[in-house]
């Protein structure tokens, strides 16, 4: 048995009910393509009367009263557009620790997606003067723009070299999933630090009892998604860096988040190839709170609020979410959709997992 004994020079009392000081939370993860764009902002403290729990629990001691919330455009430190944020109640908290069910949220409005030419500082006054500000430590120098996610060099056309080529040879029948690895060539957007490529795999399903081969009611259109590549470091976005999808890798996600349902007759229609980008500041709060293998692990707390604590980052989904989400309902028109090919494209998952019901 090992004793820890402190040295008696050493003083280990922190008092944690210390004289009350206001500290400011803020988190916003802004995503450049949007132009709506909403801000948590809330205060802590500990109270020596009251447990904190119990103070997490009111709503007047998380919110701010009177709180002012702009945001400010610039170039070389000067402001050529100022937007007022607005509080808005919003029903999302469920019932629990925090104070429910409103919570208050910060909103504003650009006139079009935030341009990454410019630079967008958060500054906040609270009731008692207080300025905070974010982000505190400078964009990254060596951006050809210092602005949030934006294009490459401009902010028109975004394509991506997706399997097998774009553009599509006039024969392309879709992607055989059951050949060899696919490869994608992603073109990095300016000011991205790192990013996620996720697969949306789409599949019909419908009764096999019910409907017979050529009939169309009764199908449903479902879908997986597939993280192929988490966490991607991006080391020059002037560097096209390809990514290899192998068919027995989906296949496998695919017998793992699809049930097993003995009535139902599957097929394989295509993927969705959805880029989610992070800039730097996400990035740095990504890889200090990673996890850890380490037996001790202490590591500092990242924020890159100045005059409080939290994280004010942006990010850029490609094709954007809200494409994503029209996609459910019918994927097949989107530039970042590929249909899988029939047949033998999907021999190996029909003979790996025949208990999914896959048919050619």
Same mark, same amino acid.
């Given at each position: ?14 008092? !944690?009910?210390? &004289?009350?000081?206001? %500290?400011?939370? !803020? ?73 429910? /069910? &409103?919570?208050? #949220?910060?909103?504003?409005?650009? /006139?079009?997606?935030?341009? *990454? *030419? ?44 997706? $399997? $097998? ?12 999933? *059951? ?18 490529? %996720?697969?949306?795999?789409?599949? &019909? ?37 390809? #990514?290899? #999808? ?6 496998? =996600? ?5 049930? %097993?349902?003995? *009535? ?26 990673? /996890?850890?293998?380490?037996?001790? &692990? !202490? ?30 309902? =019918? ?28 048919? $050619?």
């Amino acid at each position: 048995m090992f004793v820890l004994r402190l040295l008696p020079s050493c003083s280990t009392e922190i008092d !944690v009910t210390a &004289d009350w000081k206001e %500290t400011t939370f !803020v988190m916003a993860l802004l995503r450049t393509d949007d132009q709506e764009h909403y801000i948590r902002i809330h205060k802590a403290f500990l109270d020596k009367e009251r447990d904190a729990f119990v103070i997490a629990s009111i709503q007047d001691s998380i919110y701010y009263k009177n709180l002012t919330v702009r945001v400010l455009k610039q170039r070389n430190n000067q402001t050529v557009e100022t937007y007022l944020c607005e509080s808005v109640d919003t029903a999302l908290m469920e019932p629990g620790l925090f104070a429910h /069910p &409103d919570m208050l #949220l910060y909103r504003f409005r650009s /006139p079009g997606f935030l341009d *990454s *030419s410019f630079t967008y500082t958060l500054q906040i006054t609270t009731p008692g003067g207080v300025v905070v500000t974010a982000p505190r430590e400078p964009y990254d120098v060596n951006a050809i723009y210092g602005g949030p996610i934006g294009g490459f060099g401009s902010e028109g056309v975004i394509s991506f070299a997706l $399997p $097998p080529n774009t553009p599509l040879p006039p024969n392309y029948n879709g992607i055989n999933w *059951s050949a060899a690895p696919s490869q994608v060539k992603p073109r990095i957007p300016l000011n991205a630090k790192t990013f996620d490529l %996720t697969l949306r795999i789409f599949y &019909d399903e419908w009764n096999r009892f019910t409907v017979s081969p050529g009939d169309t009611p009764g199908l449903a259109l479902k879908y997986v998604d597939w993280v192929a590549y988490p966490g991607q470091q991006v080391e020059n976005t002037a560097v096209v860096t390809p #990514l290899f #999808l192998r068919g027995n890798n989906l296949f496998a =996600y695919m017998n793992s988040a699809i049930p %097993t349902v003995d *009535s139902v007759n599957r097929r394989l229609r295509g993927t969705l190839f959805i880029f989610d980008f992070a800039d730097q500041y996400l990035n740095n709060f990504l890889q200090i709170n990673r /996890p850890s293998s380490s037996l001790v &692990d !202490v590591r500092p707390t990242y924020t890159n609020v100045d005059n409080g604590l939290g994280l004010y980052a942006f990010r850029r989904s490609i094709p954007n979410r809200k494409e994503v989400e029209s996609s459910v309902g =019918y994927p097949y028109s989107s530039n970042f959709f590929r249909k899988a090919l029939g047949g033998n494209g999907t021999d190996s998952l029909r003979i790996k997992y025949p208990q999914l019901n896959f048919v $050619p």
